[in-house]
T-cell receptor
Framework: NAGVMQNPRHLVRRRGQEARLRCSPMKGHSHVYWYRQLPEEGLKFMVYLQKENIIDESGMPKERFSAEFPKEGPSILRIQQVVRGDSAAYFC??????????????FGSGTRLTVV | AQKITQTQPGMFVQEKEAVTLDCTYDTSDQSYGLFWYKQPSSGEMIFLIYQGSYDEQNATEGRYSLNFQKARKSANLVISASQLGDSAMYFCAMRGSNTGNQFYFGTGTSLTVIP
């Protein structure tokens, strides 16, 4: 499967634990984006990364959330000390080099985080 | 500011009929792209169709077409010959040339196809 791979598909964490969400981009893609979908809402941008660089994190909450895309391995979205309000679907997408507004992403299938 | 508005929370359509899902947008960018995604109950986001702001022809992809009216800032999705498998959430999204890092999504329309 050459698509965007996210794991796990479902993740349950107790309040106060850490959640780690992984995303492997499509082959040949070096640009990764994370989005969050709260219940009954559309996707909201969180962060845009290239290998070893955070390009735009304007949508990331200021505390407890971090993201990385190391030289080797998948991109990781880390949520520390999770709270019930973090329960959502987290989508990763990847693309080739941006070309204005006309290019699209390929989305992964998402990770559904439930905080109990 | 960029904004996408989908005013139909839920829609029903008879199998084999056509249905139009509404989307209006607001942007200050001169160049932008409009996208529709389908999200079935399994949760993945499936790309359906794309329209560029300078494209003169309305985009079509199989049974999907995009009714693009630039002056009205609308980008409605038309699904012809609806099938039961079309039942899903549908999201309209936009990316502007000056905000190229991110999509702006609407809140979605839930489509149910009735046999």
């Amino acid at each position: 499967n050459a698509g965007v791979m996210q794991n796990p598909r479902h993740l349950v964490r107790r309040r106060g634990q850490e959640a780690r969400l992984r995303c492997s981009p499509m082959k040949g893609h070096s640009h990764v984006y994370w989005y969050r979908q709260l219940p009954e809402e559309g996707l909201k941008f969180m962060v845009y990364l290239q290998k070893e660089n955070i390009i735009d994190e304007s949508g990331m909450p200021k505390e407890r959330f971090s993201a990385e895309f190391p030289k080797e391995g998948p991109s990781i979205l880390r949520i520390q000390q999770v709270v019930r309000g973090d329960s959502a679907a987290y989508f990763c997408a990847s693309s080739g080099p941006p070309r204005g507004s006309g290019y699209g992403y390929t989305f992964g299938s998402g990770t559904r985080l439930t905080v109990v | 500011a960029q904004k996408i508005t989908q005013t139909q929370p839920g829609m029903f359509v008879q199998e084999k009929e056509a249905v139009t899902l509404d989307c209006t947008y607001d942007t200050s960018d001169q160049s932008y792209g409009l996208f529709w995604y389908k999200q079935p109950s399994s949760g993945e986001m499936i790309f359906l169709i794309y329209q560029g702001s300078y494209d003169e022809q309305n985009a079509t992809e199989g049974r999907y077409s995009l009714n693009f009216q630039k002056a009205r800032k609308s980008a409605n999705l038309v699904i012809s010959a609806s099938q039961l498998g079309d039942s899903a959430m549908y999201f309209c999204a936009m990316r502007g040339s000056n905000t190229g890092n991110q999509f702006y999504f609407g809140t979605g329309t839930s489509l149910t196809v009735i046999p």
